[in-house]
């Protein structure tokens, strides 16, 4: 199953997802999509170097399906991560949609 790698970014807090390039972004839908495991275990050795220079902490692997052209999360944590908090639709990522 496709994957994305996420982070928080360690300036805010932000979750983060990592994008094509190495950079971090803020929106699932900008983030590198993952084809299998293998190439996420790849990629999670590449962003050592970000948590080594206090860039981005709790980096992390997460399953997500592509449903009518979205990224969607699979597990509901991952899905609460890449919405924002859950206190109030008019905060956080999701105020933005």
């Known amino acids: 199953m ?8 360690l300036s ?4 983060v997802f990592r994008a ?4 971090w972004v803020e929106q699932l839908r900008d983030a590198e999509i993952l084809p299998d495991a293998a190439a996420a275990k790849a990629a999670l050795g ?10 981005v902490i709790e980096v992390a692997a997460f ?7 979205q ?3 699979v ?3 991952d899905k609460i991560r890449a919405k924002g908090p859950t ?3 008019l905060h956080g990522k999701q105020a933005a949609h």
Do not use: F, W
């Open 2 to 9: 496709s994957q994305v790698i996420s982070a928080n970014r």
């Open 12 to 15: 805010d807090g932000i979750v």
């Open 20 to 23: 094509k390039g190495g950079v």
């Open 46 to 55: 590449l962003v050592e170097q970000d948590v080594k220079a206090n860039h």
């Open 63 to 69: 399953e997500v399906a592509i449903n009518h052209g």
């Open 71 to 73: 990224v969607e999360p």
């Open 75 to 77: 597990h509901l944590r």
């Open 87 to 89: 206190t109030h639709p």
